[in-house]
């Protein structure tokens, strides 16, 4: 380490460090001694809900194509975290029947508020993936399967740039009249910043209540916090995020992609929001997927706590 | 509503935690003059360190000399003792730092007073104000009483260090909530570590609460010297990047910026720690 101060190897350890701290919480209790009043008084949410990607976005995004044990490892990890919505895989076909077959107890439909982002993605326009969305989650309601709609480029768009607040709003409202419970806005190329994300959700929230909206925000430009603090203090409660920042951006060569789950963790404990997830054991499940994967996490709490 | 916003100091006390090679003064003196092309108001030039324990730095004169000195750019230079002030006076610094720590302050009592003689401004940064590596908890009230001591010696503004980057929102409020009872919001500065990623959310807070300086290290050099392997210092371009996106003034060219990045970390042979410049790197 060069020359660091001998003073310095005596200080207190991490570990110890962090369990004295808010911020980590306690690891036996898994979720943190509520200090909620001070979280309302502050303007944020007693609760957060986290929807962790990582299994399903975040390794679809790897390059490492990871064998089906080892995935099933790393759910049953995550399962014991506390995270009450773990996203695990997606069946691309149109034909989401198999997905039903297969046990699926919720289903997900990806809308685009670019009409070039749709095209390039999905193959279809905005109006066509809208009308075929529709039968989907009608039909999973028939069988009160719940749907959850995605909206992509939410904050900017890898080939059009600046996406009107308008066009997110309007498809947003789209899915959510067709009967998604909750529309996750996705700031897929991490372009947005705090300004933009208030913008944005100022506008959709005309047309859709907050508890019905999450945010799904990059990391790629090093705003995912700074923006999903915004909007906590705007009232979205739901967060998606990614266990060790799992998957780049197939935008950006070499960019990350998903905020890492342990450092959102690490920022609501802190608040005093209350997530009911165990930090250490998300902590562990991400180090057990980057060793599988043979990567470095991206979660910032990984490195200085692992390394240590 | 854009709203101009004043100087953004830029570290460059990042290069004394780098380990091992020890840069070449040449190098540094031309990423100082690149940070001062990229219009950065603040460029922290070096330290007036004895170099027995910071031997980083112990071409501290020669950089200060050799450097170009752009009319409306401070070069502040680190003066941790009286000695290391005359020095940097006798290398013709306009502006030196000082850091505060509770139980030190009256040494510093004859940097302020010699400063102000000579004209020279003087800044203080205080340590720790979020959590320290060997108390854990620092109380609002301590770090309060420090600030408001250095403001009143006459250090023209406090910078507020999260130094081992503990904090969180919530914290940094509650922080700057506790200093401004006893200093204005113009006298202040965040300083703010991304060793848990939490730098820019507690910076954005910091700014929410009127806070208009901020401090920043070019590629986000400078590990943490605490936690192996941990970053330290918020990147430069990270936080340009979020002003820019808010409105907010800051005079930076981010192009200029990247490149100065681009060639400290050639120069290092190392990463940078800016998710702005991984993304936009033609690698």
Not at chain 1, 98 to 107: D, I, L, Y
Request: aromatic share 6%; glycine share 10%.
């Amino acid at each position: 380490m060069g020359n660091v101060p001998c003073a310095v190897k005596h200080c207190l350890s991490y570990q110890q460090l962090l369990r004295e701290h808010l911020w980590i919480g306690d690891a036996a209790a898994g979720a943190l001694e509520p200090a909620q009043e001070s979280a309302q008084l502050s303007g944020f949410p007693e609760y957060v809900k986290i929807v962790e990607v990582g299994p399903r976005d975040g390794l679809q995004n790897e390059k490492v194509i990871v064998p089906t044990d080892i995935k099933i490892e790393f759910i049953n990890q995550l399962s014991q975290t506390g995270l009450s919505v773990i996203e695990v895989t997606s069946f691309v076909s149109s034909r989401w029947i198999p997905q039903v077959a297969a046990g699926a107890t919720e289903v997900s439909v990806f809308g685009a508020a670019s009409e070039s982002f749709s095209k390039k993605n999905i193959n279809c326009s905005i109006e066509e993936s809208m009308k075929k969305f529709e039968e989907v989650v009608k039909s999973a309601r028939h069988m009160n399967i719940p749907a959850r709609g995605y909206v992509s480029c939410a904050l900017g768009c890898p080939y059009e740039g600046n996406i009107t607040l308008q066009k997110v709003t309007e498809v947003s409202k789209r899915l959510y009249g067709m009967g998604c419970y909750e529309i996750s806005l996705g700031d897929t190329i991490g372009v947005g910043t705090p300004g933009s994300m208030k913008k944005m959700l100022e506008s959709v929230m005309k047309e859709i209540p907050p508890r019905a909206l999450a945010v799904h925000c990059h990391d790629t430009y090093g705003q995912a916090l700074a923006n999903i603090l915004t909007a906590l203090q705007m009232g979205i409660n739901v967060v998606d995020s990614a266990v060790s920042g799992l998957g780049g951006c197939p935008y950006a060569k070499g960019a990350s992609g998903n905020v890492a789950t342990e450092d959102l963790i690490y920022m609501l404990n802190g608040l005093g929001v209350n997530t009911g997830v165990n930090l250490y054991k998300v902590m562990e499940a991400g180090d057990f997927i980057c060793k599988a994967v043979n990567k470095t996490t991206n979660s910032k709490v990984a490195q200085a706590s692992f390394n240590a | 509503m854009a709203t101009v916003r004043k100087v953004l100091p830029q570290r460059l006390v990042g290069l004394v935690t780098v380990p091992a090679n020890i840069v070449p003064t040449p190098v540094k003196i031309k990423l100082i003059d690149m940070l001062s092309k990229a219009g950065l108001p603040v460029v922290e030039a070096t330290s007036f360190v004895s170099p027995k324990w910071v031997p980083q730095m112990a071409d501290h004169a020669e950089v200060l000399k050799g450097i170009q000195k752009f009319p409306g750019i401070n070069y502040p230079v680190l003066t941790p003792n009286f000695k290391g002030f005359q020095a940097a006076v006798a290398a013709r610094a306009k502006e030196v730092a000082i850091f505060g720590a509770a139980s030190d302050l009256q040494r510093f009592d004859e940097i302020l007073k010699a400063a102000q003689a000579a004209n020279i401004s003087v800044r203080g940064y205080v340590s720790c104000v979020l959590g320290c590596p060997y108390k854990g908890k620092i109380s609002l009230a301590k770090v309060a009483e420090v600030t408001k001591k250095l403001y009143s010696m006459g250090c023209y503004e406090i910078s507020l260090g999260d130094t081992i980057g503990v904090g969180t929102p919530g914290a940094m409020k509650d922080i700057l909530s506790a200093v401004l009872h006893e200093v204005p919001v113009t006298a202040l500065a965040v300083h703010c570590h991304d060793t848990y990623g939490q730098a820019l959310a507690n910076t954005l807070t910091a700014l929410q609460m009127g806070v208009s300086v901020v401090d920043s290290s070019v590629a986000g050099l400078g590990g943490c010297p605490y936690a192996q392997g941990a970053s330290g210092n918020l990147a430069t371009k990270d936080l340009v990047y979020m002003l820019a996106g808010l409105g907010i003034h800051t005079g930076v060219n981010l192009q200029k910026l990247l490149g100065a990045g681009a060639f400290i970390c050639q120069a290092l042979n190392r990463r940078t720690n800016s998710k702005v410049a991984q993304a936009t790197s033609e690698l």
